[in-house]
């Protein structure tokens, strides 16, 4: 358990609903989530503006009509993805494996069983949430996945313990280089979430990325690189309600020092996104930071 420092008292009813929550079947929590799509999107309007802004900037040419069915069809998923993460905190590994498909785990399997451990890079698309866990329960070998932990200690505790209840290890972002090089021999996955937006004083990459100037973390492209590690995109579909397929695609062998990881995954991404745009997380401001001017 992840306690830096004390949880307040206060949060201890909470932690009781959202445990007993948990417990529900997934069908009558969907009917929770059907409830949470009107509040959110119809009353609160949750961060509409910023849905509507990315979503018009990303696919300047689709018509206004597409881009509100778009942003519609986000919002239920998003409030899916929320009944589905609380449901991680009591879920049975048994309907995990049943709602979590690898369609193409040899590929994964053949890298770790030669002994080397595997960066895979993936985005907050479908449920982000339920990828670790359910390799740790399918895989033969460790599943561990890069955190950043949060501010409040209560949603910290609560939210380390969903995601590793399940077997994952979890390691704190700013332990990283110093876990790979304690660790850089043992056969195992390494999930890194890529798609999140850097810090300003920590860009140093640009592309172009569903027609926007925008910065992406390198540090899988550097860890990899550091350490002779091959690279997977993991691409995520959403199959039916609750249920998902993941797919591995080769970025790097870890042969090479010269293969652009954070550019190809970069195409990669934007490819998946495009194919079902709902599906990816469109509420945070990604494109926030600028591009310097190159003076001429």
Not at 67 to 84: H, K, P
Not at 177 to 188: E, Q
Not at 270 to 291: F, G, M, Q, S, V
């Amino acid at each position: 358990m992840a306690k830096d420092q004390q949880i307040p008292f206060y949060y201890f009813p909470l932690e009781l609903v959202l445990k007993g929550l948990s417990l529900l079947p997934l069908p009558v929590l969907y009917l929770l989530s059907d409830l949470l799509y009107f509040i959110v999107y119809y009353v609160v309007g949750y961060r509409k503006k910023v849905v509507l802004t990315n979503l018009r900037n990303s696919f300047p040419e689709k018509p206004e009509a597409e881009i509100q069915s778009i942003a519609n069809a986000f919002y239920r998923q998003f409030a899916d993805i929320v009944v589905e993460i609380l449901k991680l905190r009591s879920m049975k590994s048994t309907e995990m494996e049943r709602r979590v498909v690898f369609a193409n785990q040899k590929l994964l399997d053949n890298f770790v069983i030669s002994g080397t451990p595997v960066i895979t890079m993936g985005s907050h698309s479908c449920n982000w949430e339920w990828v670790l866990s359910a390799g740790a329960v399918q895989f033969g070998f460790p599943a561990e996945g890069i955190y950043k932990p949060l501010n409040n200690p209560f949603f910290e505790d609560f939210m380390f313990r969903t995601r590793s209840r399940l077997g994952a290890r979890l390691i704190k972002m700013k332990d990283t280089l110093r876990d790979f090089a304690a660790n850089r021999h043992v056969p195992r996955v390494i999930a890194m979430l890529s798609d999140q937006t850097p810090l300003w004083s920590e860009i140093t990459f640009w592309t172009t990325f569903l027609n926007q100037d925008t910065p992406f973390y390198e540090g899988a492209e550097k860890l990899a690189k550091k350490f002779k590690y091959p690279v997977l995109f993991l691409d995520i579909k959403r199959t039916k309600r609750g249920h998902y397929t993941l797919t591995f695609e080769v970025i790097s062998d870890g042969t090479s020092d010269t293969v652009p990881i954070t550019e190809i995954f970069a195409q990669k991404l934007e490819a998946a996104i495009r194919r079902a745009p709902a599906n990816y997380l469109w509420t945070h401001k990604r494109w926030k930071h600028r591009r310097p001017q190159v003076a001429s």
